[in-house]
C-alpha cells in the first residue's frame, strides 16, 4: 500500500470542477507534485510544488494543500482532462519519492 | 527542451538480468540540481519509483527492491541504465525514465520518457 493515499475514482460533469485529493503524513513537511496519465502514453507533470503549473499546462489546472492533503483541482473539465491522476511527494522518512495509487477521472 | 528515451529489450528470461538505457537529449545529464530516475508501472496499476541517481554518484533506492537495482550515469555518452537482477512475472512492466527534481520539500518528475514495456517471460 502507498504512503499517499487518493481515491480510486472520480467523475465530474463536463465543464464543472472537480477535486482530486492525495493524503498522507509526509504531506505535511513535503510538497506534492501532480501527474496526469492518458491511456498508453507516459504520465505528464501538471502541477509541482503544490501548487505551480510547467509551461503549456492549462490554467484550469490549480494545486492546494491543507494539513495532511493536497489537492489538484480542475475548474471547467474538459474531455481532454479524462484521464489518470497521480500525486507524488516523499515517504515519512522523506528519503525516498513515493506515487499515490492513482484516481481515474472520468468526465460525464 | 530536455528529452528521454529508454531502450532495451522487450523479453527478458526469469532470473536473468533487466538492463534498460535511457538517453537524455536536449540537456546535460551533469545539469545541477536534478536526478535521473526509473520508475515503472504495472500492467493496469500505479507509479511505483524504482530509483535515481546523481550523476556524481549520489543515489537511492525503493527499499522493495534495492537489493536487486543498480543505477549508473553515463555522463560522456549523456544516458543513464538500470539493472535489475533475478527478475520474476512480478517485473513485469512499462518502465519509464524521468529527469527527477528534490531539493528540500520539493518533489517533481519532469520530463519522463515514453516507457517501455518488459516482460519477463521463458
Known amino acids: 500500500s502507498s504512503e499517499l493515499t487518493q481515491d480510486p475514482t472520480v467523475s465530474v460533469a463536463l465543464g464543472q470542477t472537480v477535486r482530486i485529493t492525495c493524503q498522507g503524513d509526509?504531506?505535511?513537511?513535503?510538497?506534492a507534485s501532480w501527474y496526469q496519465q492518458k491511456p498508453g502514453q507516459a504520465p505528464v507533470l501538471v502541477i509541482f510544488?503544490?501548487?505551480n503549473r510547467p509551461s503549456g499546462i492549462p490554467d484550469r489546472f490549480s494545486g492546494s494543500s491543507s494539513g495532511n492533503t493536497a489537492s489538484l483541482t480542475i475548474t471547467g473539465a474538459q474531455a481532454e482532462d479524462e484521464a489518470d491522476y497521480y500525486c507524488?511527494?516523499?515517504?515519512?522518512?522523506?528519503?525516498?519519492?513515493?506515487f499515490g495509487g492513482g484516481t481515474q477521472l472520468t468526465v460525464l | 527542451q530536455v528529452q528521454l528515451q529508454e531502450s532495451g529489450p522487450g523479453l527478458v528470461k526469469p532470473s536473468q538480468t533487466l538492463s534498460l538505457t535511457c538517453t537524455v537529449s536536449?540537456?546535460?545529464?551533469?545539469?545541477?540540481?536534478?536526478?535521473w530516475s526509473w520508475i515503472r508501472q504495472h500492467p493496469g496499476k500505479g507509479l511505483e519509483w524504482i530509483g535515481h541517481?546523481?550523476?556524481?554518484?549520489?543515489?537511492d533506492y525503493n527499499p522493495s527492491l534495492k537489493s536487486r537495482v543498480t543505477i549508473s550515469v553515463d555522463t560522456s555518452k549523456n544516458q543513464f541504465s538500470l539493472k535489475l537482477t533475478s527478475v520474476t512475472a512480478a517485473d513485469t512492466a512499462v518502465y519509464y525514465c524521468?529527469?527527477?527534481?528534490?531539493?528540500?520539500?520539493?518533489?517533481?518528475?519532469?520530463?519522463w520518457g515514453q516507457g517501455i514495456l518488459v516482460t519477463v517471460s521463458s
Open positions: 524521468a529527469r527527477y527534481y528534490r531539493n528540500y520539500e520539493r518533489t517533481w518528475f519532469d520530463p
Open positions: 536536449g540537456g546535460s545529464i551533469r545539469s545541477g540540481g536534478y536526478y
Open positions: 541517481r546523481y550523476h556524481s554518484g549520489d543515489d
Open positions: 509526509s504531506l505535511r513537511s513535503y510538497y
Open positions: 510544488d503544490e501548487n
Open positions: 507524488n511527494s516523499r515517504d515519512s522518512s522523506g528519503h525516498h519519492a513515493v
